[in-house]
């Protein structure tokens, strides 16, 4: 299994981006998918989480509500993060993360490579 993540860059503060990560290989099923991110010096952190089923459950950090939505295209295995109203202090490498259940019925959690988000003031 290999998630692939994309959309990060060089913002101006109040700036807009787009996330995207994809799921591939040999899924049968995605539970939750979820966004993380760490910033230079500091500890790996929940940015926002969505469960899988119709619509979807969302949890975010305390910190990102209002300007941050996560989504999921359950079809291509893919979430996404918009980010909007972007903070200097959002700039870290955002990680996703997919809860997988494989096709020979093993369980775990996958990660992507990471995708440098910097919001400049």
């Known amino acids: 299994v290999q998630l692939q993540a994309s959309g990060g860059g060089l913002v101006q503060a109040g700036g807009s981006l787009r996330l995207s990560c994809v799921a591939s290989?040999?899924?049968?099923?995605?539970?939750?998918m979820g966004w993380y991110r760490q910033a230079p010096g500091k500890e790996r952190e929940l940015v926002a989480v969505?469960?899988?089923?119709?619509?979807?459950?969302?949890k975010y950090a305390d910190s990102v509500k209002g300007r941050i939505t996560i989504s999921r295209d359950y079809g291509k295995n893919t979430v996404y993060l918009q980010m909007n109203s972007l903070k200097p202090e959002d700039t870290a490498v955002y990680y996703c993360?997919?809860?997988?259940?494989?096709?020979?019925?093993?369980?775990?959690?996958?990660w992507g490579q990471g995708t440098l988000v910097t919001v400049s003031s």
């Open positions: 993360k997919a809860e997988v259940l494989t096709t020979d019925w093993r369980r775990g959690d996958y």
């Open positions: 290989g040999s899924i049968f099923s995605i539970n939750a």
């Open positions: 969505i469960t899988s089923g119709s619509g979807g459950s969302t």
